[in-house]
């Protein structure tokens, strides 16, 4: 009887859950633990210590329910914590696990959505001032020009509810037209937040039709559903029986109230406490 062995997938708070439901969609025979770690949410300006030891406690914490694979379905934390995890952590206290991001798989693929070669990253204050989009993309495409805007209150509107709300209006009006005046070349704007998928249909009153939104989701899925068959000894470890769980560091009933928002279907959560 195979144990189990879900793969995790961790958020500050509710923004994985957009990734995890385009995963569920993709593969969904898998089984799969998300950790939201509300109370201490957003980590976007946080410093880099911090992200990192919240990090890698979500990540310790995933590993003992049994995650051989654990994505870390936030920018802020791909930003500040993967390398240094991957690079330090695993070879001592695991490793045969892996710990994956969401800020390789969209900069691998990035020429596919633009023609001028002029891209836009919208994301936290955390991953707009690490530079990982432009560092990530430069290394795949040097020839692309990037182009970046902090919006540290998008998070804190989502988080809110008032995601929908007129007063959310002025800051996301705010941006798009900062960021877009700063390089009128633009043809493509990679929302570098998983919480900015549920501002999308008022970011898209902000710019023309010709501009293509990149949302990560999709990509991030089809990423793991690739290194799944690229990495079979990882896949093996994973188990298989469709079940999902879901946790978070605040108040159960409010995030099981919340979460379907973003993940598109029921997600009862249990409280967890990270130390």
Known sequence: MQKNNPIGIFDSGYGGLTVMKE??????????????????????????????KYTLQAVELLFSKGCKLVILACNTASAKALRTIQQKDLPLIAPERRVLG?????????????RSNHIGVLGTTGTILSNSYPIEINKFYPKITVV??????????????EFESQGADFFIKKHIEKILTSDPLIDAIILGCTHYPLLINKIKKYI???IQIISQGEIVSHSLANYLQRHPEIEALCSKSGQLKFYTTDSAEIFTNFASLFFGQPAKAEKIILN
């Open 23 to 52: 995963i569920v969609k993709v593969l969904p025979h898998y089984d799969y633990i998300y950790l939201g770690d509300n109370a201490r949410a957003p980590y976007g300006t946080r410093s880099y210590e911090t992200v990192y």
């Open 208 to 210: 023309s039709s010709d």
């Open 102 to 114: 969401v800020i390789r798989p969209v900069t691998e693929c990035i020429n596919q959505f633009t």
């Open 148 to 161: 970046q805007e902090a919006c540290p209150l998008w998070v804190p509107l989502v988080e809110s509810n």
